[in-house]
């Protein structure tokens, strides 16, 4: 037996169980910045019966858990924020019925938004072009009657703040009125205040002052803009979610049953939402699949890219599964419904996605906390520009007022005639508009969602940010053997019987019988190759199952009742079965890579019987990537140590990093053992007996084929049932806490050093300082830069093995 390096781990206490909780999505509309996501998250939690609240910026998401103990009603929770400036609609009900219109109802919603863009971008070109080509003679270049009047500039300020603008300078009054400014309330202070300063000196010509009506012009185009172009590429950002919805369709065809020679009738077009399981639907070549089920007649392929990532289509024959929104694409099908709406794969993969994309980051909390309180400090901030500057700064540098520099685009000219007060107003404006929360609150979200979007077009569900982030910090893959280095198809190989009284196929009727009680891989070898060779098996009952040490059942042979056992030697030990040592020196003769068990009948080992499963194609390859990268690779497996190493040596693991005959009950502690050594750890499992594995495990991945996607017990998800999928999931986790990484330095950076510069630093040493239009185009800037780096992350494609 290979002796397994892994330290056994103490008995990890109980953890306390969670209160029960349930779910509400609310469509969130008005949020502009982090602080307006720290607004409703507070808003929210402040409500008696929520447990938490989490709110994602970009897909306009508000995920509420409540107790399940106690009465919260959705309609106030919306009410609550639609009060407070945050206009808000239930998408899920309690029982989740609302999921699937809700999802409909965002997508159009989107897509409207969307289209509406293209007129926001003509209006805010529009404005800078006006703008830019009136104060053409500021240069001496050119004078254009009309467009060059000071009461042309003073009508277009007016009217910008009217009208295109309007919605700014409302939303930034009414967030300060309610004690929660944002980045609007930042905008809109600094429009204003250029418009108001620039209004008086219109007005009393005396007072020396520039008019700078160009300034709230530019700042409002620019950021109208800047808005523009960052909502083209949020929704860019939601393409994975926006194509899993579209994939659902709205039709399908209801046909009777099929007649005995496979002909069928017609049909007659019914919504999707009104089919029922166990109703047959027709699906012509070139049509959506409209809900899962089971092809009763017709032979197909099946382009099934959307749900594993794999281009090639799949070939179907009667009995085999299709799923919604894959796309039949040779042969007319008939197939019976197995699930529909919100029970079929297809929305179980879009309320993953929709899920992952609203979990955060760890790597976000301080971006958190600091746009919490960074509309209130840059208010500070510009407060003690203002103050400094008026009483300090220009009476001790008085000759910055003559620096010229209106030939620089990114600065302002400050003159002699200008007063201390309109030169220490337009540096506090500059403040105001140039600090920016929005890239702070974007900068990991937009990843997050294009991260997670990539993934589930690749065959990936990853359940979260907090999932992605900890798959860059991997350094250490356990696999389990059976179902995931295999391809968990396995098949007899050998069928022995030590007893006169039994030949070897009534050997496998006692098997097949017993293995009848469960669903392990093992057990349907055996039931598969009992069926091929048309036995008949005995009645059987008292099931039991033992995971991972065998089954049991009372088997009535030859019309006596006798208790059968099939399992390891440590299963028949706990019986008081004792194998002989023919028994003994048969099961030592199976060859490596092969797993047998023994078949006890009463208190006598009666035969064994042996089974190979194939090793999958990729694990050779998989396992190879994973260490050229630096990772340990480790297999656990309940097998015999014999099997293991076979395995093992097969596909280059190392027999020290082999782990054999773990029962599933303590997988996690092996597990637990090797965080214990200060590894992070990941499982790939099937998901059947993996599941308090991949729990424990820092990240657990399981093949869709094993169980349930919507499994809470793994936080990825391989659709593809393919081990190089690991490989991807990895490369994308890195990749995308790299970006998350690039956003946040860019975000941090841009305003160190954007917000001291409006404040005027470089004036006293080099007569610079940046006007309110620049800042305010910086700032737009500054937002679209963090989505569209994010967005590049879709320029990465998975490497080649």
Sequence with gaps: MVKAPLPTAPAAPAKPTPPATRSLVFDVSGMMCAGCVRAVEKQLTACDGVQSATVNLIT?????????????????????????GFPSQLRTAADGTQTDAGLTDWLHRKQQENREQAGRLAIALTLLALSTIGHLHHFGWVTVPVLSNLWFHFVLATAVLLFPAREIVVDGWQGARRGTPNMNTLVALGALSAYGASVVALLWPTLGWECFFDEPVMLLSFILLGRTLEHRARFRATDALRSLIALQPAQARLIGM?????????????PVSAVQPGEWLRVLP??????????????????????????????????????????????????KVTETGSDTMLAQMIRLVEAAQTRKAPIQQLADVISGYFTYGVLTLATLTFLFWYFV??????????????????????????????????????????????????????????????????????RGGDVLEMLSQIDTVVFDKTGTLTAGLPRVTHCQSLADDLTDNDLLALAATVESGTQHPLAIAIQQAATEASLELPPASDFLTQAGLGVAATVTWHEQSHPVWIGNADWLAQQGIVPTDTATTQMAAIAPGQTAVYIAMGDRVVGLIAVADELREDAPETITALQQQGLKVHLLTGDRAPVAQAIATTVGIPATQVRAEVLPADKSQAIAALQAQG?????????INDAPALAQADVGISLSSGTDIAAESAGVVLMSDRLTGVLESLRLGRATVAKIRQNLAWAFAYNLIGIPAAAGILLPAYGVSLSPAVAGGLMAFSSVTVVVNSLLLKAQRPAPL
């Design 286 to 335: 070139g049509e959506t699949i409209p809900a899962d089920g089971v092809i009763e007649t017709g032979q197909t392929t099946v382009d099934e890219s959307m749900l594993t990532g794999e281009s090639l289509p799949v070939e179907k024959q009667p009995g085999e599964m299709v799923v919604a929104g894959t796309v039949n694409q040779t042969g007319a099908i008939a197939l």
């Design 393 to 462: 700064g220009l009476p001790l540098w008085p000759d910055v007022m003559d620096s010229a520099l209106g030939a620089v685009h990114a600065t302002h000219t400050m003159t002699m005639q200008s007063s201390t007060l309109l030169v220490s107003l337009k540096l506090a404006i500059a403040v105001l508009v140039i600090a920016c929360p929005c890239a702070l609150g974007l900068a990991t979200p937009t990843a997050i969602l294009v991260g997670s979007g990539m993934g589930a077009e690749r065959g990936l569900l990853i």
């Design 60 to 84: 306009e998401v508000a995920v509420v858990e409540t107790l399940a103990d106690r009465q919260v009603d959705p309609q106030q929770l919306a009410d609550r924020l639609t009060q407070n």
């Design 258 to 270: 099929p007649a005995a020679d496979g002909s069928t009738q017609p049909g007659v077009e019914i």
């Design 679 to 687: 590894h992070r750890v990941a499982l790939v499992g099937d998901g």
